[in-house]
């Protein structure tokens, strides 16, 4: 089993909420990442976190809160977002020393 | 320092011809190099994988690709293309050990019948 399950699937939110997104596997994987992508592009590393602390934030605004609660979940939690972050945010997996990542389906999010 | 150059924003064959989907990388390290594709609306999805060992590796829906070390290239083939195959395509290259990916420009493949 390669799943990495994401929710929600879409999201619409305005500029003042607050909304989270999800991610979960099952693969016993102890390295977990955020990806951000826009259309017609590569996705751009957002954070990692390894055995549940994060090791790589890459210049992320203070907008976008991650947070690993255990070994098998991932949350992107969101506030005052602007209309340019609109994008799909994939988060992948993969063991922490062999590098080969597994992406879930991603969440595309729209922000008014 | 790693790097991913896909030669082609847009390939474009026939249902039933060759893909070649070119890819070329740069690494001071033995590379591991993926190949992921991307549907309209949906993630990415390992299509294949060069770690160790044989160099000519075998992927999910008659995909292959062919390590290629003296030429620094991971091109990605398929006999006969299928309606089905159109999607964005994504090579990358890791160290393996690091969290860091990194991937091309993409390629997005066109069928046409």
Known sequence: DTEVTQTPKHLVMGMTNKK????????????????????????????????????????????????????????????????????????????????????????????? | AQSVTQLGSHVSVSEGALVLLRCNYSSSVPPYLFWYVQYPNQGLQLLLKYTTGATLVKGINGFEAEFKKSETSFHLTKPSAHMSDAAEYFCAVSDGGGFKTIFGAGTRLFVKA
């Open chain 1, 20 to 112: 989270s997104l999800k991610c979960e596997q099952h693969m016993g994987h102890r390295a977990m990442y955020w990806y951000k992508q826009k259309a017609k592009k590569p996705p751009e590393l957002m954070f990692v976190y390894s055995y549940e602390k994060l090791s790589i934030n890459e210049s992320v605004p203070s907008r976008f809160s991650p947070e690993c609660p255990n070994s098998s979940l991932l949350n992107l939690h969101l506030h005052a977002l602007q209309p340019e972050d609109s994008a799909l945010y994939l988060c992948a997996s993969s063991q922490v020393d062999r590098n080969i990542q597994y992406f879930g389906a991603g969440t595309r999010l729209s922000v008014l």
